[in-house]
């Protein structure tokens, strides 16, 4: 795709930047951050598409992060696939017509990640995707799909590991679009990992340091079929019995136990979605962490911290070659296995991966600098 044609002049280039689910504020964060140290040369705007809106899955991570209050919220909120991306490409829309951005910046997989850039390329705004190239291969995931159509027609293309570039590659994208610049989750983990570790979340759950088990699950995969959600939690209140399990619950999780379990709570330590900084203690400390979640396992691996996930596939492979992370697929017999080898074998020796060192976003913006002198 040519670079779209943009007359240069000494005004500060306007980004429109986008983020709309929890994973993404951690993703947008660094990125905020590194548009401030530049004001002569970048005009952001920050858009919060309203996909996640519960305090404790949004305002919370604006807070702990310190990211500017977003200029505008789309108020999208929650709905079918087609609702929700529909209500977002809509209000993106018309927004892109109203405040002209030159650039519009999206991050990770998300349906409003997939909205906001179709809402752009079509009005000719190019587009730069941070977290672009990452494959599951499971094309019954959403984010399955909200990536490959997000890479097909983004200009800039930053990734996170060398199998994005390989795919990237291999669906026939340019090389000169794709930027290998490291891990912005991981930016955010570093700068803050010194402060969460001052907290005392251990202390008021009851928790010992390397004696609990972490736990998310909110993929619709584990949560939407009641049987297979009864099967899971059977396995990890059978842990539960000799290792706490902590377990923040996602609200499409809750909803579902509430639905389908008669609202019969999982016997383990339930909490409501935590902050980022509460989350990032539990994390650092547990001797294992079982999830479904995508980012959960980079953070993880960044930790040096074993990671259980329990999805058939991953998207994320350097986890499991270089870092901690195993993936354990769905089966809950298998899951229990894995559990008992780990509680065993102690955590597996993990490295983290190249360019994982707090400084992507700084060179995500020095790239789009650079491109943006010469549009
Ligand atoms: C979305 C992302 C997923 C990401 C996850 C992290 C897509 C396709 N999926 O999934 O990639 O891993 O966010 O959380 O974009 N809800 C609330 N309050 C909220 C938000 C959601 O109660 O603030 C409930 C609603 O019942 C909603 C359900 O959670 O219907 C699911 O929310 P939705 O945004 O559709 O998808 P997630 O499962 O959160």
Redesign the pocket.
């Known amino acids: 795709m040519p670079a779209p044609a943009h007359t240069r002049t000494d005004a500060p280039i306007r980004v429109l930047a986008v983020a709309g ?3 993404n504020f951690m993703k947008i964060a660094p990125l905020m951050h590194e548009f401030a140290r530049r004001p002569s040369r970048f005009e952001p705007i920050l858009v919060h598409t309203g ?4 305090s404790s ?2 305002d919370s991570f604006f807070r702990d992060l310190g990211i500017p209050e977003p200029d505008v919220n789309l108020g999208v909120g ?1 709905g079918s ?1 087609g609702e ?1 991306t529909a209500q977002v490409l809509m209000k993106i829309e018309r927004l892109l017509i109203e405040r002209k951005p030159q650039l519009v910046l999206v991050v990770g ?4 990640t997939l909205a906001a850039t179709l809402a752009a390329v079509k009005l000719n705004i190019p587009v730069a995707h941070v977290e672009a190239g990452l494959r599951s291969g499971d094309r019954e995931m ?2 399955e799909i ?1 990536r490959i159509l997000t890479d097909t027609v983004s200009h800039w293309l930053f990734t996170t590991e060398a199998a994005a570039e390989t795919n990237l590659l291999r669906e026939g994208v340019a090389a000169d679009r794709i930027h290998f610049v490291g891990n912005v989750m991981i930016d955010t983990l570093l700068k803050h990992r010194e402060r969460a570790r001052k907290l005392d979340t251990l202390e008021r759950l009851g928790l010992t340091p390397g004696k609990y088990a972490l736990l998310t699950l ?1 993929r ?1 995969s584990n949560v939407d079929s009641p049987d297979r959600l009864r099967k899971l939690f059977d396995v990890f209140e059978r842990l539960n019995t000799e290792l706490p399990v902590v377990f923040p619950v ?3 999780t809750a ?1 579902a136990i509430q639905r389908d379990l008669g609202g019969v709570q999982p016997n383990l330590k339930m909490t409501a979605p935590l902050g980022y900084l509460e989350f990032l203690r539990l994390m650092m400390d547990a001797q294992m962490v079982l999830t479904d ?2 980012g959960i396992q980079e953070e993880t691996t960044a930790l040096g911290v074993a990671c259980l996930t329990l999805r058939d596939s991953t998207e994320r492979p350097v986890t499991v070659s270089e870092g901690t992370n195993t993936l354990v697929g769905t089966d809950p017999a298998e899951i229990e296995k894995a559990i008992g080898k780990l509680r065993q074998a102690g955590p597996p020796e993990g490295r983290r991966p190249a360019l994982w060192d707090g400084k992507a976003a700084m060179r995500i913006i020095d790239i789009l600098e650079r491109d943006l002198e010469n549009f």
Not at 51 to 54: A, L, N, P, S, V
Not at 109 to 112: G, I, K, R
């Open positions: 689910a929890r994973p996909q996640h809106y519960d899955m949004s929650s696939h929700q997989d998300v349906n409003s959403p984010e909200n909110h619709p996602h609200p499409r909803n979640s995508g």
